[in-house]
């Protein structure tokens, strides 16, 4: 075998990009503030951004590059995972331009283009572009078009033109697809880049570690042994500033369309012939096109709109009464499904996603829960005080995974039996912190690299899925009420009280 240490393919020597501009549309919204600016920063920090490196803002400010470099500088100094450094600072600062102008106006393109040739004279960012597009989905057709005319998006003939979209990709099948012809008619498909930033994390990529890098667990994984599956993330906090974002899309599109079927995906799919992003998007495909939807959408589907009450010992206000949020608004905060899988590996297996805003704390998770023992040999001394065995990937916070099973009691005459639980903590195990999804994800792209991003067809199978649910949702009219700081609506008790099971409580 040969030495990893001397191998130049060893993967685990840090990936560096090449010289690059990122052009960045949407500067001013949050998610380009908390998440965006900050993760190039921490690329930056950790040395894996080259000094042929520039960040291109776009909007419509009157700014110059200095306050544009401000604004940057502010964000990484409130919200980067990694200390403020100086040297690294002033050498990324150097890279930072700023266009002002309107996404409506060509002359502001030109600009923007005459700005990026700029840059590649002057920082050596050598005519590698991507065009990030953290904006209102709304918009995306109008900044592919002015790319496309402005002829921003003509490959030179050593670099690379790349495109990331931020999520939502439509708001249903029929608008996704729009999306995607806009796009493939000017980039192609190894040009595009859609972020789900649930796929940068590593735990999430851990899924298929476990699963296909270990041999005791992939045997007990089908329905010969698994009962259900629950997939949950559940945020503590509200809406904040985000309702211009939020209404009308809701937590179905927000987050099952996206992160809980991506999730599901990957805990069902099966082994992708290599990781090459082809054979994974594949498995994952075949996975989602195997899922059911419901048939009966009222049975096995719940939603709900958060109403007042309390969080961390303060009262909070409804969604209706939210900033920004009509008094009428019918957009549900939480919402959970139950989905079957119509293939042999899992058929009879339920599998519940469940999101939802102001629940009782914020937590992500994949659990894996088994049947019960078919037979307890105990006799009459058998005290079972014990749940069903449990497999759970905590995504987020607190990362790591827990098992969960019966153990007898000590010092009992008994045989008495409790839960016990054993557990793998990212803290305990590995030294370095986990980088941010967004480092991840920004890096790939700018080494494009493909593997976790979603594939069209994959997000065209997302919306298959959920677009009858979101019709039938919509028939109904106002979702029912959930208090603040609670777990969901009792709508989402009695769906999974149909199957005869409950929740797990995170
Ligand atoms: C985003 C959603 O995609 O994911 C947000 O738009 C949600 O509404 C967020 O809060 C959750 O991300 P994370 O990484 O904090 O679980």
């Excluded at 050593?158 to 439509?170: A, L, N, S, T, Y």
């Excluded at 945020?235 to 985000?242: S, T, V």
Aim: charged fraction near 25%; charge should be negative; aromatic fraction near 10%.
């Amino acid at each position: 075998m040969a030495n990893p240490l001397r191998d130049p393919a060893d993967l685990r020597l840090p990936r560096v990009a090449g010289p690059s501009a990122v052009v960045l549309f949407g500067v001013t919204g949050d998610l380009a503030r908390k998440k965006i600016m900050p993760a190039i920063y921490d690329l930056a920090n950790r040395g894996l951004l080259p000094p042929g490196f520039a960040i291109v803002g776009f909007a419509r400010r009157e700014w110059a590059d200095e306050d544009f470099a401000q604004e940057v500088h502010d964000a990484v100094r409130s919200h980067a995972r990694t200390p403020f450094r100086e040297e690294v600072w002033q050498q990324l600062s150097q890279g930072i331009r700023f266009v002002a102008g309107d996404l409506n106006d060509p002359s502001a393109f030109d600009r923007l283009k005459h700005t990026l040739h700029e840059v590649d004279r002057a920082r050596g960012t050598l005519g590698n572009h991507a065009f990030y597009l953290s904006i209102p989905p709304g918009l995306f057709p109008i900044v592919i078009k002015q790319i496309k005319e402005s002829g921003l998006a003509q490959r030179p003939e050593h670099g690379w033109r790349r495109v990331v979209i931020e999520k939502p990709f439509g708001q249903d099948l029929r608008s996704a697809q729009e999306l995607d012809s806009v796009l493939s008619e000017v980039f192609s498909p190894d040009e595009i880049f859609r972020i789900d930033h649930y796929l940068g994390k590593e735990t999430v990529q851990n899924i298929l570690a476990v699963r296909f890098a270990n041999e005791m667990f992939e045997p007990l994984w089908n329905s010969n042994y698994i009962d259900n599956v629950q997939i949950t993330q559940a945020e503590d906090i509200g809406i904040g500033g985000r309702a211009g974002y939020y209404d009308g899309i809701g937590a179905a599109r927000d987050v099952i369309q996206n992160h809980l079927l991506q999730l599901m995906a990957l805990t069902a799919m099966e082994e992708p012939l290599n990781f090459d992003p082809e054979h994974v998007r594949q498995e994952k495909e075949k996975l989602l096109a195997s899922v059911q939807v419901p048939a009966d959408i009222g049975a096995h589907t719940a939603r709900g709109q958060y109403s007042p009450g309390w969080q961390g010992g303060v009262p909070v206000c409804g969604y209706l009464e939210e900033e920004g949020i009509p008094a009428d608004s019918q957009t549900e905060t939480f919402a959970a499904i139950r989905l079957m899988i119509d293939n042999r590996r899992w058929a009879g297996v339920p599998f519940y996603l469940r999101t939802g805003k102001r629940l009782g704390r914020r937590v992500t998770e994949v659990a894996v829960i088994f049947k019960k023992a078919p037979h307890l040999p105990f006799g009459r001394d058998f005290v079972m005080d014990s749940a069903d065995n449990a497999l759970v990937f905590r995504i987020q916070p607190d990362e790591g995974m827990t098992l969960r099973f019966g153990s007898k009691v000590p010092g009992s005459a008994a045989m008495e039996v409790r839960d016990v639980t054993m557990d793998f903590q990212y803290g305990d195990s590995f030294v370095d912190a986990s980088p941010e999804a967004y480092e991840r994800l920004i890096l790939d792209v700018l080494l494009g690299d493909p593997p976790l991003f979603p594939g069209e067809q994959e997000v065209d199978l997302s919306w298959r899925i959920l677009d009858p649910i979101l019709a039938q949702w919509t028939e109904q009219g106002q979702p029912p009420g959930y208090a603040s700081g609670g777990w969901g609506p009792s709508e989402a008790y009695a769906m999974i009280a149909r199957d005869g099971r409950i929740w797990r409580r995170p």
